[in-house]
């Protein structure tokens, strides 16, 4: 009796497991990824001394979103644009912004993914400073008081130095807000500006209306959680490609909008400097762009399977709780 009733209820398991482990393994937390190719058209972003910020994150984006797409055919995949245009083809930044985030939002994205290049100093790859290259003393005499005494003083001798713009590295960014029990009552005070380089008018979203408020609520509990995850993730394979790592940021003082405006998990990544004759190479190389697209994909991969098992586990507690 005992052999029969053991294999009977090992066959019940499994036939009650089966389409458990089933829906677990089709669990795909990551269906929609928007991703946006910062700038566009009339607006080229930073400039390096070969090409513009707009061309080089364009050229990235589209080999990351090829590389997604032959990997992970199931997840469907959005972009801001495709070619050098303001997205939407519009011809002023806010619509533009605007598009971006309406484009994600509409399209229920799972995740939105900025690509941008960093810029720093006085012009691409350097400049020529006045600066003081040489002093003669000579002595001089001056009064104090009644008296005249003798003081060193010097000559200086100036001339043009050329400054190498060596500032390079890479970082991402994540929503503004950091701290969780401030996030909402803090929206309102930071001033939203767009795109890392550029300009822009566009307006905070009210906090008191009840829609926003609730993205917001969200936004502080789930997709910033998410955010910095995979932001994390993608710091790590630059750091480990012997890139700088300048860290995970939030631009707490001027905030990034396009990141503020989508309803869900958001980054964005600048993927070196520009300003930087030696990481503009890097990023105009095929063996760069490569190697970038790697570290991304890689970093996605991670937050991907790290979702999947989180939501395979939800199930699983889920399935015991209804026995």
């Not at 458990?20 to 001394?49: E, F, M, V, Y």
Request: some cysteine; overall charge positive; aromatic content about 8%.
């Amino acid at each position: 009796m005992r052999k029969i009733i053991i294999p009977f209820l090992s066959l019940s398991f499994f036939v009650i497991a089966s389409p458990i482990l089933g829906q677990q393994s089709n669990i795909k937390p990551l269906r929609t990824l928007i991703i946006d190719p910062g700038h566009g058209g009339q607006d080229p972003g930073a400039k390096g001394t070969l090409e513009s910020e707009a061309n080089v994150a364009l050229a990235i984006s589209l080999k990351l979103g090829d590389t997604i797409a032959k990997a992970f055919p199931e997840i469907k995949i959005h972009y801001t644009r495709t070619t050098d245009i303001l997205p939407g083809n519009l011809t002023n930044l806010d619509a533009s912004l605007k598009y971006r985030a309406n484009l994600a939002n509409d399209n229920n994205g799972d995740l939105f993914i900025a690509i941008h290049c960093n810029s720093a100093g006085k012009a691409p790859g350097g400049w020529y400073e006045r600066r003081v290259v040489g002093k003669t003393p000579y002595t001089k005499t001056v009064k104090k008081g009644k008296k005249t005494v003798k003081q060193t003083a010097y000559k200086y001798e100036y001339d043009n130095v050329w400054v190498e713009n060596k500032a390079k590295g890479t970082e991402t960014y994540i929503w503004a807000i950091g701290k969780n029990d401030a996030k909402i009552n803090s929206v309102a005070k930071n001033d939203f500006s767009g795109e890392m380089d550029s300009t822009s008018t566009l307006s905070l979203p009210d906090p008191t209306d009840p829609a926003e408020k609730v993205r917001m609520l969200i936004y502080t509990q789930n997709f910033f959680r998410k955010s910095l995850q995979l932001a994390d993730y993608v710091q790590e394979e630059f750091k480990d490609a012997d890139r700088i790592d300048r860290g995970v940021k939030q631009r707490n003082d001027k905030g990034i909008w396009v990141l503020q405006a989508t309803a869900m998990p958001s980054i964005l990544i600048e993927i070196g400097f520009i300003s930087n004759k030696e990481e503009e190479a890097y990023m105009l190389s095929p063996e760069g762009q490569k190697e970038i697209v790697g570290n991304i994909f890689t970093a996605l991969k991670k937050y991907k399977e790290k979702l999947e098992e989180k939501a395979a586990k939800s199930a699983e507690n889920k399935e015991k709780k209804s026995f």
